[in-house]
Structure formats: C-alpha cells, structure tokens
C-alpha cells in the first residue's frame, strides 16, 4: 500500500460526529495534510465547527484562507459558503455556484485533489443525505487514488455513502470506527505532502 500526500474528506448531515470519530483516531504524527468540506450553514462562520474538531483530535485543526500551505498532520476545513480547492501545496477559496445546492461542494474538494495530487490522494466520503461526493470520489479512484466509504449501515444518513458507491464500486467500504485507523496505516509521518 503506497503512502498518501493528502487525505480529503466529505461529509453533510451528522458529519460532525462522524469527522470526530475519524480525526480522533489520526495519530499526532499523521504524515499528510487533511482537507475537509463539511455542508454547514452559511450563517455557521463564527469557527465553532472549527474549535469542537481542534478540542478532539490530536492534529491542528483550522479553517481555510486563501493561498494557505498544506501542511501534514494539519486539518483544513472548508469554511462556510466558500468551496475549498486544493492547488499544488496550497489550497484556494472560491466563491463560485453552488454545486449539488452546496458551497463548499465535496465534488469540488475532490476533483481539484484528485488534479493536484492524483494517485497520491485519499478521498474518504461520510454521513448525508444527497450524492454531493460520488463524481469527485470517482475522478480521485480514476486517477489511481484511494477511494473510501463509510458504511452506509454506520451512517446516520446513508444517502451520501450510497451514491458514492454507485459512483465508485470499488471503494472500500469501512465501518466508521474504522477509517482513521485505515488513514493512519496509508500515511507514513515525514513524507512530503506536495504531489
């Protein structure tokens, strides 16, 4: 199993509890950056999101800026109404339409991991309710990388997980409790995290 430069993560409905049990189980060590796009509202930008996540892993957790380093073992979380893309090392926001009626859009996250880093990404879709994910989940297992699914028996909404695996039926399918641990196995601590 070949080492990752970056983890992106998608989650919506219950996605808070599901990105908790993921990071929790990420090592302080954890050799790649990790870049999330969680559906919140758009009034959501006063870094609650960002705090509760920080106070339960043992990464740096922040949200977003602009031109921003990928830096491993730091967490990146999309911040509200922006889509986060990621760049060659860097990550970008952008204020584009939504897509799927999301910003950030997971599909967006996705795709533009799966150009930067092609190979050497994994993408891990969680919990929600509509099929925001499973075309940029795709085009990440299209280029060679890492495609991972949350259960949908462990989701607590399994529509999201679902059309992923539609999208993509040979990603792994991982109990919850069980996709930090696989994370932590694909990301050797010290390697680069540019592509």
């Given at each position: 199993?070949?080492?990752?430069?970056?983890?992106?993560?998608?989650?919506?409905?219950?996605?808070?509890?599901?990105?908790?049990?993921?990071?929790?189980a990420?090592?302080?060590?954890f050799?790649?950056?990790?870049?999330?796009?969680?559906?919140?509202?758009v009034?959501?930008?006063?870094?609650?999101?960002?705090?509760?996540?920080?106070?339960?892993?043992?990464?740096?957790?922040?949200?977003?800026?602009?031109?921003?380093?990928?830096?491993?073992?730091?967490?990146?979380?999309?911040?509200?109404?922006?889509?986060?893309?990621?760049?060659s090392?860097?990550?970008?926001?952008?204020?584009?339409?939504?897509?799927?009626?999301?910003?950030?859009?997971?599909?967006?996250?996705?795709?533009?991991?799966?150009?930067?880093?092609?190979?050497?990404?994994?993408?891990?879709?969680?919990?929600?309710?509509?099929?925001?994910?499973?075309?940029?989940?795709?085009?990440?297992?299209?280029?060679?990388?890492?495609?991972?699914?949350?259960?949908?028996?462990?989701?607590?909404?399994?529509?999201?997980?679902?059309?992923?695996?539609?999208?993509?039926?040979?990603?792994?399918?991982l109990?919850?409790?069980?996709?930090?641990?696989?994370?932590?196995?694909?990301?050797?601590?010290?390697?680069?995290?540019?592509?």
């Amino acid at each position: 199993m070949s080492s990752v430069a970056l983890v992106a993560i998608g989650a919506s409905w219950g996605g808070l509890h599901a990105i908790e049990v993921v990071l929790g189980a990420l090592p302080e060590d954890f050799g790649a950056p990790v870049v999330i796009a969680q559906h919140r509202q758009v009034d959501s930008s006063d870094g609650m999101l960002v705090r509760l996540l920080d106070a339960r892993c043992a990464l740096t957790v922040c949200e977003a800026e602009d031109k921003q380093t990928l830096d491993r073992g730091v967490v990146v979380v999309a911040p509200p109404d922006y889509h986060l893309l990621v760049e060659s090392g860097t990550v970008a926001l952008s204020v584009d339409a939504p897509l799927n009626f999301s910003r950030p859009s997971i599909d967006v996250l996705f795709n533009s991991a799966a150009d930067a880093y092609g190979a050497r990404v994994a993408g891990v879709v969680l919990t929600g309710a509509n099929s925001d994910g499973a075309l940029g989940l795709a085009q990440i297992a299209d280029r060679g990388g890492t495609a991972i699914v949350q259960d949908p028996e462990t989701a607590e909404r399994r529509e999201m997980p679902d059309a992923a695996l539609s999208a993509t039926p040979t990603a792994r399918v991982l109990a919850l409790a069980e996709i930090g641990p696989a994370l932590a196995q694909l990301s050797t601590p010290g390697i680069r995290s540019r592509p």
